[in-house]
């Protein structure tokens, strides 16, 4: 069973940044593609990111260029660089694992994160 712990969540002024982490506990992190979600109050979780087992890269509409993920496979952990932060990106933020980006961005993973509070205020 692979475990997911975000970390990096907090409250930032609206054009700031953060970095959010997402510390896997399986040795096979390699082999997982790896995304990131949020959820806002009262909505649906959406797709924010997500990066293939080889580093290809795909990005929500509303984050692309403004966000960032990576991964770092002899650490066990994927990142989103968060840049140019609006209140709208106010939300839970999760991170998951399955086989394939295509179903990380059909919000089909095989694994969750806790989540972890972005908050940024106007």
């Known amino acids: 069973q692979v475990q997911l712990v975000e970390s990096g969540g907090g409250l930032v002024q609206a054009g700031g940044s953060l970095r959010l982490s997402c510390a896997a506990s399986?040795?096979?992190?390699?082999?997982?593609?790896m995304g990131w979600f949020r959820q806002a109050p009262g909505k649906e979780r959406k797709f924010v990111g997500g990066?293939?087992?080889?580093?290809?890269?795909r990005y929500g509409d509303s984050v692309k260029g403004r966000f960032t993920i990576s991964r770092d496979n002899a650490k066990n952990t994927v990142y989103l660089q968060m840049n140019s932060l609006k209140p709208e990106d106010t939300a839970v933020y999760y991170c998951?694992?399955?086989?394939?980006?295509?179903?990380?961005?059909?919000?089909?993973?095989?694994?969750w994160g806790q989540g972890t509070q972005v908050t940024v205020s106007s």
């Open positions: 998951a694992s399955a086989d394939t980006v295509v179903r990380i961005m059909s919000l089909n993973s095989d694994h």
């Open positions: 399986e040795r096979t992190f390699s082999t997982y593609a």
């Open positions: 990066i293939s087992r080889i580093g290809i890269t």
